[in-house]
């Protein structure tokens, strides 16, 4: 405003026309008006805005006191270490402690730094998910980490873990499955590996089954039985015990026949405490230890001694006979 408009009254106020003798209000701690004695323009404090802002700033502090109060009877654990007010970066964070307070809310916790987008609780890589205390409660034990064990790995339990439960109902399934695909399947009475085959370590079967060997079983059981040809029965074939203490058993009743068979470069052993009692080679056989020999022919006249002598040097070959005579 010049002085010119001033001394002519040309003066607006929010683009409307007034008359200076009125005075100015700026709607601020300041006022104008003009000295009808001097006819200069006064500016003046304006006390009644001051004491507006005054009373305003008295209410705001106020408001404030009363926030803290709630915040500290709600959030606090009652010793005096509760939940904290921080002011991080421009913004009022909470670091909590609900004490015996439940969290319910319609959001999602976000936790650490630069945690997931999505899912109801999101954490960032490379970081246990989930820690325990232990039984001390002078330690912590993670259980459940994402992407430390290698990248985007779900790692379940650690070193420091006891031991791992997994428990359902009688009739639920636990399910495996790599990549959408149902690998293994566990129910309360069946392990079911699909296509699968088990490599390593060893199977033990059975109630007290052998504590060594990769297959292990019980005594007097039938380690292996096989489905008959028509699919509607089972027939054993193979039994540990069950014929006699510590007798292994080839064969059943129900079994029409047994073969075994080898390579023609081959030989087959029947052997007690490791001492061979038959061997057996292609085209051969040999008896308690005997080199195993092709079917001998006996020769010589049976009218005199050069057949009998024929015949105990075959046998003797075969192994059945130790030939003492002379």
């Not at 246990?128 to 430390?148: E, V």
Request: proline fraction near 3%; glycine fraction near 12%.
């Amino acid at each position: 405003m010049s002085a010119l408009d001033a001394l002519l009254g040309r003066v607006e106020s929010d683009g409307v026309a007034i008359e200076l003798g009125g005075g100015l209000n700026f709607k601020a701690p300041l006022s104008a008006r003009l000295n009808p004695t001097t006819r200069v323009i006064d500016v003046e404090s304006n006390t009644e805005a001051v004491e507006d802002l005054e009373a305003q700033a008295d209410d705001i502090e106020s408001r404030l006191e009363e926030l803290e109060a709630i915040f500290e009877s709600v959030l606090t654990d009652g010793t005096g270490s509760g939940s904290t007010i921080v002011l991080d970066d421009g913004q009022i964070k909470i670091v909590p402690n609900f004490d015996s307070q439940d969290i319910t809310t319609l959001g999602r916790l976000a936790l650490g730094a630069n945690p997931s987008t999505a899912g109801n609780v999101g954490v960032p890589h490379n970081t246990p998910a989930m820690s325990g205390r232990n039984s001390a409660n002078d330690g912590n034990h993670s259980f459940l980490t994402w992407g430390s064990i290698a990248n985007n790995t779900l790692g379940l339990g650690t070193t420091n873990i006891a031991g791992i439960v997994f428990d359902v109902t009688t009739a639920a399934v636990f399910t495996f499955r790599v990549n959408g695909t149902t690998e293994h399947e566990l129910t309360s009475t069946l392990a079911d590996f699909k296509t699968n085959g088990i490599v390593g370590g060893y199977v033990a079967l059975g109630t007290n089954p052998a504590d060594s060997g990769p297959v292990r079983i019980p005594h007097a059981g039938a380690a292996i039985a096989g489905r008959n040809s028509a699919n509607d029965g089972n027939h054993s074939f193979l039994t540990w015990g069950t014929i006699a203490n510590n007798w292994v058993g080839l064969g059943s009743a129900n079994v029409a026949g047994v073969t075994v068979n080898c390579t023609s470069a081959g030989s087959l052993l029947l052997s007690v405490n490791s001492s061979a009692v038959i061997t057996i080679q292609d085209a051969k056989i040999g008896f308690f230890g005997a080199t195993a020999i092709v079917k001998p022919t006996v020769t010589g006249s049976r009218g005199g001694n050069a057949a009998l002598a024929s015949l105990l040097t075959a046998l003797a070959n075969l192994g059945l006979i130790t030939n003492s005579t002379s």
